[in-house]
Antibody, heavy 120, light 110 residues
Framework: QLQLQESGPGLVKPSETLSLTCTVSGGSISSSSFFWGWIRQPPGKGLEWIGTISYSGRTYYNPSLRSRVTISVDTSKNQFALRLTSVTAADTAVYSC????????????WGQGTLVTVSS | QSVLTQPPSASGTPGLRVTISCSGSSSNIGSNFVNWYQQLPGTAPKLLIYYINQRPSGVPDRFSGSKSGTSASLAISGLQSEDEADYYCSAWDDSLNGPVFGGGTKLTVL
């Protein structure tokens, strides 16, 4: 059964870079049938799509975050990663990684999510 | 502020039917499929309905979806206590070139 697990620091200082990794197990990240994405949920608020990447590295970003976001994939480790630069308190959220079937508009498998707090 | 609009809360009595609405625009719901997610307390969102009214394997047929114009609805019949959760609608947005979500509806089973 496919599993996704987020990992990374739970606390980041303002103006620094948030870095998270999603490890995929029970399936290959190299499948051309799927894309891989990041979604976040600020405390008490709704979900926000951050961006998506294919196994070949093709990326799609939310325009509101594009200038600060980089998503990358490491097929040798079956992982993909998120970098968000110049963070502020507004970036405090639960960050989740998820799988998106190719040509679909929904995420069919999700990680548990990890809370990242931006604070000095 | 979320792109799709949902009521913040809904409630229903066990055994009865409840609906949750989701309103969008021509660039998202009006021209694309709608999906729904269920988020139980302390857990990750789970895909509940995709392509307006399709259920992934394991989702009871008590859950159903519909769409009309730029609005969509999720209906839950035979309401059960374990249905108490947050529900999010989502759709592809042609302007964003990515998925957008509603703010979520907290369902309380009375």
């Amino acid at each position: 059964q496919l599993q996704l697990q987020e990992s990374g620091p739970g606390l980041v200082k303002p103006s620094e870079t948030l870095s998270l990794t999603c490890t995929v197990s029970g399936g290959s990240i190299s499948s051309s049938s799927f894309f891989w994405g990041w979604i976040r949920q600020p405390p008490g608020k709704g979900l926000e799509w951050i961006g998506t990447i294919s196994y070949s590295g093709r990326t799609y970003y939310n325009p509101s975050l594009r200038s600060r976001v980089t998503i990358s994939v490491d097929t040798s480790k079956n992982q993909f990663a998120l970098r968000l630069t110049s963070v502020t308190a507004a970036d405090t959220a639960v960050y989740s990684c998820a799988r998106l079937p190719e040509a679909a508009s929904y995420f069919d498998q999700w990680g548990q999510g990890t809370l990242v707090t931006v604070s000095s | 502020q979320s792109v799709l609009t949902q009521p913040p809360s809904a409630s229903g009595t066990p055994g009865l039917r409840v609906t949750i609405s989701c309103s969008g625009s021509s660039s998202n719901i009006g021209s694309n499929f709608v999906n729904w997610y269920q988020q139980l307390p302390g857990t990750a969102p789970k895909l509940l309905i995709y392509y307006i009214n399709q259920r992934p394997s394991g989702v009871p047929d008590r859950f159903s979806g519909s769409k009309s114009g730029t609005s969509a609805s999720l209906a839950i019949s035979g309401l059960q206590s374990e249905d108490e959760a947050d529900y999010y609608c989502s759709a592809w947005d042609d302007s964003l070139n990515g998925p957008v979500f509603g703010g979520g509806t907290k369902l309380t089973v009375l």
